[in-house]
């Protein structure tokens, strides 16, 4: 089975500095992917990033980026230029290939201050 | 496309009383569908998922039941509530030959 863990329950950063966001996971498989999902006050959920196992670059999508370490079992999420509209708690997921569904962690509550 | 709508937003029921939540999804075909439930500031739990019409998997023993009498269409059902089933409840859809998973604007149940 796998298991997402995301160590900090909630953080805080100031306005236009940049903030990481830890998750480890533990899974078996060789084939699988990563996530990170956005919930801000609305409690849509959005995805953020997305990330193959089998590619070893790094994704980025504009101001998020992440650092994925497969040995480590490592995918923290970097912010930067953190902005107000990012305040949200973050989630980090992982799926294995084929119909298996998402592993959620419990979430890193963010608050971006002014 | 990846719209997905549900309905309600927002229930009020009594504890007793029966539930039912739907959700559908447009722009594809055989899509498999998640139900989540989200209690308040907590993360999510996975309830039920489906690969396809009428095939549904259960994750966590409860007094909900799924179905999925039509390809996009997802339905979450209780014949009596309890308070415990408050939370917010997520559909979700992932797309064949994609693999990331997105998510519906959400149900708020409260059960009083």
């Known amino acids: 089975a796998q298991t997402v863990t995301q160590s900090q329950p909630e953080m805080s950063v100031q306005e236009a500095e940049t903030v990481t966001l830890s998750c480890t996971y533990d899974t078996s498989e060789n084939n699988y992917y990563l996530f990170w999902y956005k919930q801000p006050p609305s409690r849509q959920m959005i995805l953020v990033i997305r990330q193959e196992a089998y590619k070893q670059q790094n994704a980025t999508e504009n101001r998020f980026s992440v650092n994925f370490q497969k040995a480590a079992k490592s995918f923290s999420l970097k912010i930067s230029d953190s902005q107000l509209g990012d305040t949200a708690m973050y989630f980090c997921?992982?799926?294995?290939?084929?119909?298996?569904?998402?592993?959620f962690g419990k979430g890193t509550r963010l608050s971006v201050i002014a | 496309s990846q719209t997905i709508h549900q309905w309600p937003a927002t229930l009020v029921q009594p504890v007793g009383s029966p539930l039912s939540l739907e959700c559908t999804v447009e722009g594809t075909s055989n899509p498999n569908l998640y139900w989540y439930r989200q209690a308040a500031g907590r993360g999510l739990q996975l309830l039920f998922y489906s690969v396809g019409i009428g095939q549904i998997s259960s994750e966590v023993p409860q007094n909900l039941s799924a179905s999925r009498p039509q390809d996009r269409q997802f339905i979450l059902s209780s014949k009596k509530l309890l308070l415990s089933d408050s939370g917010f409840y997520l559909c979700a859809r992932r797309d064949r030959n994609a693999y990331e998973q997105y998510f519906g604007p959400g149900t708020r149940l409260t059960v009083t």
């Open positions: 997921a992982c799926r294995s290939s084929g119909n298996t569904p998402l592993v």
